[in-house]
C-alpha cells in the first residue's frame, strides 16, 4: 500500500525508492504468462535482491515483511524488448536521450530496448558503441543495448569494422533510415553475420523506386497531390536479401514491414528454411495511408503507411507465426520539425508508449493471443538479438511487467516520457496498458 512514490530522482516516473522495498517484493495475485517457462496461471512472485525469488500458488499465506503489489485482474508478463529503438543520442538530444527514450521505454513496459545506430556520429566505431554503453550505465532507465552500422557512416560505400563493434557490444548491425543498396556489400555483410553470430537488419527500401516519395504510392497521395512510394520499393530489396541470406547462409532479420508482398516473400522463404526472421510495428497493422489525410505529419513515416490490404497481411502475417516480433521503430523527432510541410518533415513516429496499448488490440479482438502476444514482445526479440531472455522462473532476474488489460484511455502524447510527441494516435481510445515494469528487480510505476 503506498509504496510507489515519486522518487525526485531524474525520471518522473514514481518509483520504488525505498531500498528495503526495493530489494523485497510481491506480486500479488497476478495471471502470469511465460511460454518459454510453460507459465500461465494465478501466481505470487516474490521479488527479491533483483531476482524472482519464488513463485507461489496465489492463495499461499503472505510471508510477512513483504510489501505487496496487488495485481488482481491483470497479466504479469516477461519483460517487454523492443529491438528497433532510435534513442537519438549521440547527437540529436533534441529529439531524444538516452534518459528520456529509456523512460519512455519503461513507462511503456519494456525492460530492454537495442538502439539503431544513426546518431550523430553514427554508431559505426567502438568509441561511439561504448559511449552509448556508459551513457546507459548513468543515464538509463532500462538495458540498451547497441545496433551498430552495416556500412561506415551509414553511407553504404564500405563495411563498418563489424569484429570490433560486436566486441564493443554492438548486438546487431542496420544502417536502418537507408537501405544497403549495394548487393555485394550487404553480401558481405552478411557473410560476416555468420562469423559473429549476428543479424543482419535490413532497412528495405530501393531508394531508385521510393525516390522523392513521401508516402505510400496510391489514391491518397493522388489526392493530396504528393509523390508516393509504391510497395515494391519495399519488396524487391526483401526479395534481394532473401536471396543473400540464401546464398550466404547469413543471419538476416528484415525490418518494419509493411507490405503484402513482403509478408508473402518472407512466409515463402521461412518455409523453404532460408536463415530469416522478421519484424512489423503498430503502426503497420493499426494505420492505414489515410491516417495522412490533412496533411497529416505524425503519419509520414519510413516506410510509409500502406492499404488496408497490406494492414490485413500484416495482421496474418502475425497471426501465422511469419512475423517474428513487434516492435516500435521509436522515431522521436522535435515537435518544429515534424511542423514543416509534409515534403520536409523527417518520418518517423514515436512509439514506445503506445506499443503495448495497440498490440493488445490485437489479443482483444482475437487476432492473437496473450501467449503469442509474449513471443512477438519479449521472447522472440531477446532470441533474435542474442540477449538475455527475461524469463519468469525461480532464480532469473526479475525483469517483469505488469499489464492490466481492462483499463481504457485515451494517447496524450503530452504525457509522454519520451522527448518526441510525434504520434498519428493522439486521441485514439486504447485498452490495456503496463502499469508497472520491474527492471532488474526494481519496479517502476507506469503512467
Ligand atoms: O520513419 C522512420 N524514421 N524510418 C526509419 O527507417 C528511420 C526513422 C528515423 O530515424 O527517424
Same mark, same amino acid.
Given at each position: 500500500?503506498?509504496?510507489?512514490?515519486?522518487?525526485?530522482?531524474?525520471?518522473?516516473?514514481?518509483?520504488?525508492?525505498?531500498?528495503?522495498?526495493?530489494?523485497?517484493?510481491?506480486?500479488?495475485?497476478?495471471?502470469?504468462?511465460?511460454?518459454?517457462?510453460?507459465?500461465?496461471?494465478?501466481?505470487?512472485?516474490?521479488?527479491?535482491?533483483?531476482?524472482?525469488?519464488?513463485?507461489?500458488?496465489?492463495?499461499?499465506?503472505?510471508?510477512?515483511?513483504?510489501?505487496d503489489v496487488d495485481a488482481s485482474g491483470c497479466y504479469v508478463l516477461p519483460g517487454l524488448v523492443d529491438i528497433h529503438t532510435h534513442l537519438r543520442e549521440p547527437g540529436f538530444e533534441y529529439k531524444e536521450t538516452i534518459a528520456t527514450g529509456t523512460r519512455a521505454a519503461v513507462n511503456g513496459g519494456f525492460t530492454a530496448v537495442c538502439c539503431m545506430p544513426n546518431t550523430r556520429p553514427v554508431n559505426d566505431e567502438p568509441a561511439i558503441t561504448r559511449y552509448i554503453q556508459k551513457k546507459a550505465d548513468t543515464d538509463g532507465s532500462c538495458g540498451v543495448y547497441p545496433i551498430g552500422a552495416i556500412t561506415r557512416g551509414q553511407s553504404g560505400e564500405y563495411l563498418a569494422e563489424m569484429g570490433s563493434l560486436v566486441e564493443a557490444g554492438c548486438v546487431g548491425f542496420s544502417d536502418d533510415g537507408r537501405p544497403v543498396m549495394n548487393s555485394l556489400i550487404m553480401r558481405r555483410a552478411l557473410e560476416y553475420s555468420r562469423i559473429f553470430k549476428v543479424p543482419i537488419i535490413s532497412h528495405a527500401e530501393d531508394t531508385t523506386l521510393s525516390g522523392k516519395g513521401v508516402m505510400n504510392e496510391g489514391l491518397t497521395a493522388v489526392q493530396l497531390g504528393l509523390r508516393g512510394i509504391p510497395n515494391a520499393a519495399e519488396d524487391i530489396i526483401v526479395a534481394r536479401d532473401i536471396a543473400l541470406s540464401e546464398l550466404t547462409g547469413g543471419?538476416?532479420?528484415?525490418?518494419?514491414?509493411?507490405?503484402?508482398?513482403?509478408?508473402? &516473400?518472407?512466409?515463402?522463404?521461412?518455409?523453404?528454411? *532460408?536463415?530469416?526472421? %522478421?519484424?512489423?510495428?503498430?503502426?503497420?497493422? !493499426?494505420l492505414t495511408e489515410e491516417a495522412a489525410l490533412n496533411y497529416n505529419t505524425a503519419a509520414k513515416v519510413n516506410p510509409p503507411l500502406r492499404t488496408r490490404h497490406d494492414v490485413d497481411a500484416v495482421?496474418?502475417? &502475425?497471426?501465422?507465426?511469419?512475423?517474428?516480433?513487434? *516492435?516500435?521503430?521509436? %522515431?522521436?523527432?522535435?515537435?518544429?520539425?515534424? !511542423?514543416?510541410?509534409?515534403?520536409?518533415?523527417?518520418?518517423?513516429?514515436?512509439g514506445l508508449e503506445t506499443a503495448l496499448g495497440l498490440a493488445l488490440g490485437l489479443v482483444h479482438d482475437g487476432t492473437i493471443t496473450i501467449s503469442r502476444l509474449v513471443d512477438l514482445l519479449s521472447i522472440n526479440p531477446c532470441r533474435i538479438m542474442n540477449i538475455p531472455a527475461r524469463l519468469i522462473r525461480v532464480g532469473a532476474e526479475a525483469n517483469l511487467v505488469i499489464v492490466d488489460p481492462r483499463v481504457e484511455w485515451v494517447v496524450d502524447a503530452s504525457r509522454f516520457e519520451s522527448r518526441g510527441k510525434n504520434t498519428p494516435f493522439e486521441g485514439r481510445l486504447l485498452k490495456g496498458r503496463a502499469v508497472r515494469t520491474v527492471v532488474s528487480g526494481e519496479a517502476f510505476a507506469c503512467r
Open positions: 500500500m503506498g509504496i510507489f512514490r515519486h522518487s525526485g530522482s531524474p525520471g518522473k516516473i514514481p518509483v520504488l525508492t525505498d531500498d528495503s522495498v526495493k530489494k523485497r517484493f510481491r506480486i500479488r495475485n497476478g495471471h502470469a504468462v511465460d511460454p518459454a517457462s510453460g507459465l500461465d496461471g494465478v501466481f505470487d512472485i516474490l521479488v527479491a535482491d533483483g531476482r524472482i525469488e519464488d513463485i507461489l500458488p496465489s492463495e499461499a499465506e503472505v510471508t510477512t515483511g513483504d510489501e543471419r538476416l532479420h528484415v525490418a518494419h514491414v509493411s507490405t503484402e508482398g513482403s509478408v508473402r &516473400l518472407i512466409r515463402d522463404a521461412k518455409r523453404r528454411g *532460408v536463415n530469416v526472421t %522478421a519484424e512489423t510495428c503498430p503502426h503497420y497493422f !493499426a495482421r496474418e502475417g &502475425l497471426q501465422d507465426g511469419t512475423f517474428d516480433a513487434i *516492435v516500435t521503430d521509436h %522515431a522521436p523527432h522535435h515537435r518544429e520539425e515534424k !511542423a514543416a510541410a509534409f515534403d520536409d518533415a523527417p518520418p518517423g513516429i514515436s
